[in-house]
T-cell receptor, first 112, second 111 residues
Framework: DTEVTQTPKHLVMGMTNKKSLKCEQH?????MYWYKQKAKKPPELMFVYSYEKLSINESVPSRFSPECPNSSLLNLHLHALQPEDSALYLC???????????FGQGTRLTVV | GESVGLHLPTLSVQEGDNSIINCAYSNSASDYFIWYKQESGKGPQFIID?????DKRQGQRVTVLLNKTVKHLSLQIAATQPGDSAVYFC??????????FGKGTTLSVSS
């Protein structure tokens, strides 16, 4: 199984809503990542978890809150988002931080 | 900060041609590089990788070349097919931190 599964595939939320994005992998990878991708732009790193601990936060606003409940799961909690936060949110995992990363299909988020 | 970038935003080729996509990086501390392919509405898909102790690596129809002297990376696709049409990103790993992506090149293959 070389798959990273993200749910939901699409999400529309209002600026006062609270929602969560979910990511799951069963490859035994110990590093997991959240990236944000705007249209026609490269993925931008948001957060890195290594051995279930947050190791990198790329100065992401506090309205994005990551959580790693166990080694297979990664969540991104969303609260009070802005329309400019609309993007494709990608989850990835790798054996460790120096190995190739496998990406999920992403969650297409629209903030209205 | 320093980041990886691509020379051309778009590349158009005919089916059967060889394609070369280029990337320049600026961080000499980067020691691992990956090429990803991203089709519309999908996540990036791993194509091939190379570590800094190598200058060439070959896969099926793809070759990655690394020139550390000029900090340049290229992806060569042999006998390009319409199914190769996508956006290609190079990404660098800066000393085991996380992958940082370059700007991307859109490859269009016409038959």
């Amino acid at each position: 199984d070389t798959e990273v599964t993200q749910t939901p595939k699409h999400l529309v939320m209002g600026m006062t809503n609270k929602k969560s994005l979910k990511c799951e992998q069963h490859m035994g990878h110990r590093a997991m990542y959240w990236y944000k991708q705007k249209a026609k732009k490269p993925p931008e790193l948001m957060f890195v978890y290594s051995y279930e601990k947050l190791s990198i936060n790329e100065s992401v606003p506090s309205r994005f809150s990551p959580e790693c409940p166990n080694s297979s799961l990664l969540n991104l909690h969303l609260h009070a988002l802005q329309p400019e936060d609309s993007a494709l949110y990608l989850c990835a995992s790798s054996q460790d931080r120096a190995a190739e990363a496998f990406f999920g299909q992403g969650t297409r988020l629209t903030v209205v | 900060g320093e980041s990886v970038g691509l020379h051309l935003p778009t590349l158009s080729v005919q089916e059967g041609d060889n394609s070369i996509i280029n990337c320049a990086y600026s961080n000499s501390a980067s020691d691992y590089f990956i090429w990803y392919k991203q089709e519309s509405g999908k996540g990036p898909q791993f194509i091939i990788d190379i570590r800094s102790n190598m200058d060439k690596r070959q896969g099926q129809r793809v070759t990655v070349l690394l020139n550390k002297t000029v900090k340049h990376l290229s992806l060569q696709i042999a006998a390009t097919q319409p199914g190769d049409s996508a956006v290609y990103f190079c990404a660098e790993n800066q000393a085991g931190t996380a992958l940082i992506f370059g700007k991307g090149t859109t490859l269009s293959v016409s038959s």
